[in-house]
Nanobody
Framework: QVQLVESGGGLVQAGGSLRLSCAAS????????IGWYRQAPGKQRELVAR???????NYADSVKGRFTISRDNAKNTVYLEMSSLKPEDTAVYYC??????????????WGQGTQVTVSS
């Protein structure tokens, strides 16, 4: 069982940078795939980036080249480094455990997330 807590959000001007952290507890963290998601006002929750237990990464087209996901298993933490931020990046950001079973994606429970606000 893995428990995740997001932090690092805040208010930043367009073009600025932020680093989000996803801190985990649980001895099995190192073998879990972790995704960063976001939900903007009036929008569906969407996948921003994911990182596998082996370090492979995937990014949404909207953030590719601007965001970097990484993990430090020794610190039980996954990071999302965001640069060249745009107002449309404004959202609540969440991290979650991803697993596949019988060809379907399963997620853990959603936490509080961390608010990112980008001003123009």
């Amino acid at each position: 069982q893995v428990q995740l807590v997001e932090s690092g959000g805040g208010l930043v001007q367009a073009g600025g940078s932020l680093r989000l952290s996803c801190a985990a507890s649980g001895s099995t963290f190192s073998i879990k795939d972790i995704g960063w998601y976001r939900q903007a006002p009036g929008k569906q929750r969407e996948l921003v980036a994911r990182i596998s237990s082996g370090g492979s990464t995937n990014y949404a087209d909207s953030v590719k080249g601007r965001f970097t996901i990484s993990r430090d298993n020794a610190k039980n933490t996954v990071y999302l480094e965001m640069s060249s931020l745009k107002p449309e990046d404004t959202a609540v950001y969440y991290c979650n455990v991803e697993r596949y079973a019988s060809g379907s994606l399963y997620l853990g429970p959603w936490g509080q997330g961390t608010q990112v606000t980008v001003s123009s």
